[in-house]
């Protein structure tokens, strides 16, 4: 059996000697501490290795081992692991000497458990080991170094290490790994997850809750974990009659968004980032399935378990959260499975839960022993005639209008609900702005501001009349789009011109634009001195409002269906009385003078009873402004069209407003 160092590597006392040279070692671990984060954004592991010429197993050279992510350290399982390092550095550290590895060092670990206690007699030999994915294999030489290293003393003076690596269970004669998964699959199920480790997880989207610059995805497995919040069956719940203040009747939902499960701790939070937050907005709806990647678990200051999801270092546009339309990874499956269990056992057990929820929530507020269903109505029927005796005695004091924040439409729900709303009279009041240039402190005035605000309003128009024409097809992109603009211009001239029909296979998109034309509904304003603001709808910010994907409304009637009706309850019954009134106006109008299609917002046109008045709601309202050029008359067209550059001089900005952040639920 060889025991001389291997070609190539130096012993540990001329390791430690010679320093700030990349050089190749081989040592036993005599000690050890767990992995641990660095004082920079690396995760970092500390260890000693010896041999017979450093420490007689004693000491040793000690060894930190730095990395970005904390998989992609040396797997070491515990002290007698045979450690092969390639191209590291020794050098001196507050007094004493130390191995620092860089960014070529390169591992291999031997488990001891796994070094047989004789080489073989042949010169063939190969030992099971673990490297990273870079890392060369070891050579003969080198293996037959590490058994003589390993059995230079007492075995059992080496702990058995908690490991299914050393175990009986076959193990493959070497397992090389990618960086990012050296020790472990990632993936896990939620009652699995432990504190700032990172984690794969697969789940159905029970919310989603859009906020300023992340999303927070409530998502379940149906596993429980006792550090999660505990969803528990409310009372109010139960009573799915009761009215959301909706005044008008045209919409029909419960009191209160009460959580609708699962019940208890199966849900968790995970906040996601950009750009998953914006992928998560457009793309994800409640009831998906889900598979996300890479997600930090971690501790709120609540003290509960949470997720995160933060953009990736090494490539920032990556989206590490994928819907699965394909329910055929055996990992889904078994989601399914507990959801069918989760859904047999919650309805055949319905009434315990509510019980046993009722009187845990009583228990909580001090209320004692736990009372019967009789006992618990006759209990809140005294303690509600006691409260009305209370109110009764109180003296007599003017009528206080309720304020009308109870009267906003709940199915509207919008971004920042931080900021206050500000009317409408102060939004249309910021038409420009005087400012001076940074150097010269020239003053010139901004002819839009380009504010976001949050208003509170309601809709009273809105065009296209037609909700068919809410939807637009994109202009199809072409081939030549790659081209400079020259010669884009050339080949679209020799299109023009040819003869040959080129059929385009490209699918056309489509992509919504609409405007609606909104009525300040701030409580304290009168009519009269209400502001009236046109506003568009369009693109991503359209899709956020409706939650639905824009199409050829006209050859897809489900689809209008859909948004005909998420537009009532954005604006109640004013299609309908618009539409009448136009049919109406229609008919007691002379055909030729009737106007092609309706003014929008022009309501001076309808009857005043007919206006319909839905019920208010706060959205946000992002301005911008565009570029409108004058038109040119008479003799000067022909000089406008010869000289580009002066029809681009004159003209002047149109301020314009957009929904943005605002979604239907």
Not at 15 to 24: F, M
Not at 320 to 339: G, M, W
Not at 553 to 566: A, M
Request: net charge neutral.
């Amino acid at each position: 059996m060889s025991s001389s160092v291997p070609a190539g590597f130096l012993d540990l006392y001329s390791a430690s000697n010679k320093q700030n040279t990349d050089i190749n070692i081989i040592g036993v671990v005599t000690d050890y501490l767990p992995p641990s984060r660095s004082r920079g954004t690396d995760w970092m592991c500390t260890f000693s290795i010896a041999d017979s010429t450093l420490g007689g197993f004693d000491n040793g050279l000690k060894v930190k081992f730095f990395r970005p992510m904390e998989t992609e350290l040396p797997a070491i399982r515990g002290t007698g692991d045979v450690v092969l390092i390639r191209n590291i550095r020794v050098r001196p550290w507050s007094g004493m000497t130390l191995a620092l590895s860089n960014h070529i060092s390169t591992w291999v670990v031997f488990p001891a458990g796994l070094i047989p206690e004789k080489a073989p007699p042949s010169d063939f030999v190969q030992l099971k080991h673990i490297k990273e994915s870079r890392a060369t294999a070891p050579t003969t030489s080198e293996m037959l170094y590490v058994i003589s290293l390993c059995n230079s003393r007492d075995r059992n003076a080496y702990p058995t290490p908690m490991d299914p690596l050393v175990t009986s269970t076959p193990v493959s004669s070497h397992m090389t790994l990618p960086p990012t998964s050296i020790r472990r699959d990632k993936f896990s199920l939620i009652k699995d997850v432990q504190i700032e480790y990172f984690y794969d997880l697969i789940g159905q989207v029970v919310k989603i809750f859009p906020g300023s610059g992340n999303t927070d995805l409530a998502i379940t497995d149906y596993t429980s974990n006792n550090l999660l919040y505990n969803y528990e069956w409310d009372q109010d719940e139960v009573n799915e009659s009761i009215s959301n203040g909706d005044s008008h009747g045209y919409t029909s939902r419960t009191s209160a968004k009460k959580w609708r499960g699962p019940y208890g701790y199966m849900t968790l939070n995970v906040t996601l980032w950009p750009p998953h937050s914006y992928f998560a907005q457009v793309s994800i709806k409640e009831d998906d399935y889900v598979h996300v990647r890479n997600v930090r678990i971690k501790l709120n200051s609540n003290g509960k378990v949470e997720g995160s999801l933060h953009t990736d270092r090494r490539q920032s546009d990556r989206i590490d959260i994928t819907p699965l339309t394909e329910l055929t990874d055996e990992r889904v499956k078994d989601l399914l499975r507990r959801k069918l269990e989760y859904s047999k056992r919650f309805n055949s057990q319905r009434e315990a839960f509510i019980k046993e929820a009722r009187a845990a929530k009583r228990k909580h507020d001090g209320e004692g022993e736990v009372l019967s269903k009789n006992q618990a109505k006759k209990r809140r029927k005294q303690e509600r005639e006691k409260r009305e005796k209370i109110e009764l005695a109180k003296p007599e004091s003017p009528v206080i209008p309720k304020a009308r924040k109870q009267d906003l439409n709940k199915s509207i729900q919008c971004t920042y609900p931080s900021i206050p709303t500000r009317p409408l009279s102060s939004i249309l009041s910021f038409a420009t702005h005087a400012t001076q240039t940074p150097t010269s402190n020239i003053p010139h005035v901004l002819p839009f501001q380009n504010i976001c605000s949050r208003a509170t309003v309601r809709v009273i128009d809105f065009f296209p009349t037609a909700l068919e024409d809410f939807a637009v097809p994109c202009p199809l992109a072409s081939e030549y789009d790659v081209l400079s603009e020259n010669e884009n211009s050339a080949s679209s001239s020799d299109d023009e011109n040819s003869d040959v029909e080129v059929t385009n296979t490209r699918e056309r998109k489509w992509e919504w634009r609409f405007s609606l034309f909104l009525e300040d509904a701030t409580p304290g304003i009168i009519d009269s001195e209400k502001e009236r603001i046109k506003v568009y709808v369009a693109c991503q910010d359209a899709e956020f409002l409706l939650k639905l994907d824009a199409e050829n409304l006209r050859t897809h009637p489900q689809t209008l269906l859909l948004l005909r009706e998420k537009l009532f309850h954005l604006w109640g019954d004013l299609e309908e009385r618009k539409t009448s009134a136009l049919r109406s106006r229609d008919i007691n109008q002379p055909s030729k003078n009737a106007p092609n299609n309706h003014d929008p917002g022009n309501t001076d046109t309808l009857n005043p009873l007919q206006r319909a008045r839905g019920l208010a709601f706060v959205c946000c309202v992002k301005e911008y402004g565009i570029w409108v050029r004058k038109r040119r008359r008479g003799k000067e067209e022909g000089r406008e069209s010869r000289s580009g550059s002066e029809s681009e001089s004159e003209g002047g900005w149109e301020r314009r407003w957009r929904i943005f952040g605002t979604t239907i639920t």
